[in-house]
């Protein structure tokens, strides 16, 4: 259920109808306006978060991000990344909300380096 309430959420974010820096219906909202728990509002929310489609902004509520333009992250040969929530230091030096992923990238050499999600797409060079 939350996904289905997450995809509606996402239709209307990306078509405009809850445009950058508005808030998100409230999660008693959503849960009475679709007929789903608030748990199941604060799952969708969450998801939401995740993608970068959406931050909290302490004392204001859940509000719609501007639109991101993504770097293409080429991995070396040989490495592995793993994809993780962001801890409050990486959140400090990246500028980001809580909940935004990262992506963490150990080269063959074991030097490891993090890039928020948010702004990094995940691109394999070709063989």
Same mark, same amino acid.
């Given at each position: 259920?939350?996904?289905?309430?997450?995809?509606?959420?996402?239709?209307?974010?990306?078509?405009?109808?809850?445009?950058?820096?508005?808030?998100?219906?409230?999660?008693?909202?959503?849960?009475?306006?679709?007929?789903?728990?608030?748990?199941?509002?604060?799952?969708?929310?969450?998801?939401?978060?995740?993608?970068?489609?959406?931050?909290? %902004?302490?004392?204001?509520?859940?509000? %719609?991000?501007?639109?991101?333009?993504?770097?293409?992250?080429?991995?070396?040969?040989?490495?592995?990344?793993?994809?993780?929530?962001?801890?409050?230091?990486?959140?400090?030096?990246?500028?980001?909300?809580?909940?935004?992923?990262?992506?963490?990238?150990?080269?063959?050499?074991?030097? %490891?380096?993090?890039?928020?999600?948010?702004?990094?797409?995940?691109?394999?060079?070709?063989?």
């Amino acid at each position: 259920m939350y996904r289905r309430l997450a995809s509606h959420l996402r239709d209307d974010i990306t078509s405009g109808r809850i445009p950058p820096g508005h808030l998100l219906p409230s999660e008693t909202t959503l849960s009475q306006t679709h007929g789903v728990s608030r748990l199941t509002a604060r799952a969708a929310v969450n998801l939401l978060r995740a993608e970068g489609l959406a931050e909290l %902004v302490r004392g204001r509520g859940v509000v %719609v991000r501007e639109p991101n333009e993504y770097e293409d992250l080429v991995l070396p040969p040989g490495s592995s990344v793993i994809a993780r929530a962001a801890t409050v230091d990486e959140c400090d030096e990246y500028g980001m909300s809580t909940g935004t992923p990262v992506f963490s990238v150990t080269a063959t050499d074991g030097t %490891v380096e993090v890039f928020p999600a948010d702004r990094w797409r995940l691109v394999w060079p070709s063989s």
